[in-house]
């Protein structure tokens, strides 16, 4: 029994990250787009501004329309919007992440996801989505101090991705061979997940893990 809760847990913590990052692209996306909109009929920019931020926009949605059938073309174009700095640059910064995380190569997904979650000038809800990804990623490459350490503000109370951050520290206390600390936390992740607001699965994941830790 214990070998199928380790296979279990290795496809989970293989796959998480980016099916996080697909399912929540959208939201990002729709996010980013409401505050540039915001920002610019706030403060009232020049004409080339808007039309600055009109050509950023359409260079970003060609980007993810080419990336699957030219990824060099439009890692360049995310390139470009990263370096011009404007709306659409913290947009580009998430497609690159789950670009080198598809890729592969998740070395650099988790430098790219940590980058943008310790970046004062990024929105906390984006900064936080950015670390529980990194964490993932973090956990995968066979860092589990890094993952613990950067989730860590995630954890407390009223934290939007606290179920998500408490699961990447159990993830990390085991992976450490902490296996108290990684019961305890289930313990607790078991607790919260009984509750009205708590995502679907929360409470049967943390079950899952905690009959593996009695092994």
């Known amino acids: 029994m214990a070998d199928i809760f380790q296979e279990v847990e290795e ?3 293989r796959d998480k990250a980016l099916g996080f990052w697909k399912k929540y692209q959208n ?8 505050a540039v909109a915001a920002t610019a009929g706030i403060s ?3 004409a080339y501004r808007q039309r600055q931020i009109e050509a950023n926009g359409a260079a970003f949605l060609t980007a993810m329309q080419a990336q699957e059938k030219d990824p ?3 890692a360049a174009q995310f390139d470009a919007l990263v370096k011009d700095g404007g709306g659409f640059a913290i947009l580009a910064r998430f497609q690159q992440a ?3 995380l598809q890729d592969g190569d998740k070395a650099k997904a988790a430098d790219l996801y940590s980058a943008i979650a310790r970046d004062g000038s990024v929105d906390g809800a984006l900064k ?4 529980i990804l990194a964490g993932q990623v973090l956990l995968d490459e066979g860092k589990p101090d890094d993952a613990a350490k950067l989730v ?3 954890t407390g109370d009223n934290q939007s991705y606290r179920f998500s951050a ?3 520290q159990g993830q990390a206390a085991l992976a450490a061979g902490d296996r108290k600390k990684a019961k305890d936390i289930y313990t607790q992740l078991k607790q919260l997940g009984a509750l009205p607001n708590a995502p679907q699965g929360v409470e049967l994941r943390a079950e899952i893990m905690l009959d593996r830790l009695r092994d």
């Open 72 to 74: 060099k073309a439009a």
């Open 166 to 168: 408490l699961d990447i």
């Open 27 to 34: 939201t990002i996306l729709g996010f980013v787009l409401i």
């Open 44 to 46: 009232g920019w020049k």
């Open 11 to 13: 496809d989970l913590r």
């Open 128 to 131: 936080d989505l950015a670390a």
């Open 152 to 154: 860590q503000p995630l």
């Open 98 to 100: 789950g670009q080198a």
